[in-house]
């Protein structure tokens, strides 16, 4: 009996739960009921609020433009080698040190373009009971002005300065001894060419020049000396010159007006491999059979970021100078360090 009325309890709580839940959510009207709310504790603002653009400081971008562009870089190469007295294989202690520098400025702005190039080389060389040598003696200054006046071809005018640091010499042995006679030094030969013409550059990494109008000057300032040291080497005291460079005896200017032809190339040929060449040809009006030749080519092996291997090769012909064709050529290894890196 006791389980009857639970179950009648359990039953009269459940359907009494039911119809809660239904009434819960039956709509009730109460647009006509006097219902006081409660205020909110939230501040309420009345009104039109007002609204103020923030102002922003505007940012100013530098425009200005760097038309140059600047390159430098610094080599020194250095050679040694030491052989025992008692060295069966052969060969002479020796060491040799070398220095370069090359510096390149370019200024490009629409039509116009600047380019200035100056190249110093000085090196020496020092054999076991030698006297001490020069291998490598260079001052080079080119400066060129162009104007554009179609795709590829320009008006230009060229400034190039050339000569040497240190004193030549030219050895002969007498008794197993060596005696020096001086053959050249600064500004004995120097060089300064002048030149007006037209420019082909079909590409960044080619161009020719074709100076029409050239002036070629050739100094030797210490003409006088380099007789003295000439008679002072022969038997008789005379000497068998009659100019030195090109410039006569007692004279230290000679004036030459000419064609010229330049042509440069330069170019990555091989992933961190170099060439750069420059040929130079000049015409002097007054003999037009005779003609100066000038080829220099140098080949730049990058080994990592600051050693690299160079190959240089020089090929002259000039008859103020000697009747025969004159060669040079360097292998060096070296640090090389460029700037802006």
Known sequence: MKGFYT??????????????QEVDTIPIDIRNLDLKLKKSPMPVIKGAIPFKAAEIAPVIISSKVNYWKIRTSVGININQA???????????????VGGLVNWKAEYVKNSYSYISEL????????????????????IFWDNKAAFQISKNWYFFGS????????????????????????????????????SLGFEYK?????????????????????NARLEQEDRDKSTNNTTSKTDFYGVPLGKTFRNEIAFQV????????????NLKTRYAMFIPYDDLGYIDHRLDVAITAKVNKFMNVSLTGVGLYDRDTDPKIQGSQTLAMGLTFVFPR
């Open 159 to 194: 400034l190039t300065f050339e000569s040497q640091f240190d004193k030549g010499f030219s050895y002969r042995t007498i008794n197993n001894e060596e005696y020096p006679t001086l053959i050249s030094r600064f500004m004995s030969p120097g060089y300064l060419t002048e």
């Open 119 to 138: 190249v110093l080389q000085y090196g020496k060389i020092k054999n076991h009971n030698q006297l001490q040598k020069k291998n490598n003696d260079r």
């Open 82 to 96: 030491s052989f025992s007295d008692n060295w069966q294989g052969g060969g002479v202690s020796s060491l040799a």
């Open 7 to 20: 179950c009648l309890i359990l039953l009269f709580a459940v359907t009494a739960n039911a119809v809660a």
């Open 262 to 273: 330049v042509s440069a190339f330069e170019k990555d040929i091989f992933e961190n491999i």
């Open 202 to 222: 079909p590409s960044k990494y080619f161009s020719t020049r074709i100076g029409t109008g050239t002036a070629k000057q050739t100094f030797v300032l210490d």
